[in-house]
């Protein structure tokens, strides 16, 4: 289920001071505080809650091992989300193998008749700007309809259209040739589109 | 010139041409396409909006087990122990 996120209690100093000196009880309040956040993060590159278990401990514990290394100055934040985006990475390159192949991405692609027209209506869309952003239902059902595409498809999209990086920086990171990486982005959005079309029109 | 685009063809070329990467006599001609037809009209603002919709996942998040928040809670603990005695060293 998807939720809004808390406000922290440890300011940013207070964690970097805290990481840097080793300080158990500021440890605690940052697992209290960013935890959270970050296996949301992961659970994108793995939908398996014990693999994303161990990729968020190794995250912390890379978070605490290169305190040393963050410039004070900018935000601390998306310096975490980004290890633990190469820490989903990382694991999903080596466990490749093993990783979901459910979803059947052609049944929910558009269909087209054989003279290139569309097959059914296309609806336009009424949405209230603020829905998605509570607990709602449409924001649970845009999460399930990411999290149900293959890790192929999926990964590629949440780079792109969620945390907003480049063709060339996602092809590079996933090791694909960038008309690849287009392409998968491209029936990654068809697909979510399919999946919302339908919630729309059945609601 | 060639036919008209089918709706086909606009539909495989639209994360091309929202982010603005087509050459411009393919983009005229999807323009063309999208000017006169209702249902690509529709798909176009649809796809759009559900792309928008998908970034905004970003400020989201999913909850996360108390039980698992303790067990990298113990986890870490017993790290610092080893990296507080090879900082001693």
Request: glycine share 4%; aromatic share 8%; proline share 3%.
């Amino acid at each position: 289920m998807v939720v809004i996120m808390k406000v922290r209690e440890l300011d940013q100093r207070q964690v970097v001071e805290g990481l840097k000196a080793l300080d158990t009880g500021v440890i605690d309040d940052f697992v209290d505080q960013y935890s959270r956040p970050l296996f949301g993060v992961i659970l994108n590159y793995t939908k398996n809650p014990s693999d994303a278990e161990e990729i968020l401990q190794d995250t912390l514990l890379k978070i605490i091992k290169k305190i040393e290394t963050f410039r004070e100055e900018s935000d601390i934040w998306p310096w975490m989300r980004r290890i633990a985006i190469n820490n989903g990475i990382m694991w999903l390159r080596k466990h490749r193998a093993k990783q979901d192949r459910t979803t059947h991405l052609e049944d929910l692609l558009p269909k087209f008749s054989r003279d290139g027209e569309f097959d059914s209506p296309i609806y336009g869309w009424t949405v209230d700007p603020e829905e998605v952003y509570l607990n709602s239902e449409l924001a649970g059902e845009l999460y399930e309809a990411v999290q149900s595409l293959t890790y192929e498809y999926r990964v590629p999209l949440v780079l792109k259209d969620i945390e907003g990086y480049s063709i060339k920086q996602i092809s590079s990171l996933l090791g694909l040739k960038e008309p690849t990486t287009k392409t998968r982005i491209h029936r990654a959005r068809l697909f979510v589109r399919e999946r919302l079309a339908k919630y729309f029109e059945g609601r | 010139m060639r036919d008209f685009f089918k709706c086909q063809e606009c539909v495989d070329l639209l994360t091309d041409y929202l982010e603005g990467n087509l050459e411009a006599d393919v983009k005229d001609r999807l323009d063309e396409h999208l000017s006169g037809c209702a249902p690509c009209i529709n798909f176009v603002k649809t796809f759009e909006k559900s792309k928008d919709l998908t970034s905004r996942l970003r400020e989201q998040q999913v909850n996360i087990p108390r039980e698992v928040q303790e067990r990298v809670k113990s986890f870490l603990k017993e790290e610092i122990v080893t990296l507080s005695s090879e900082r001693l060293k």
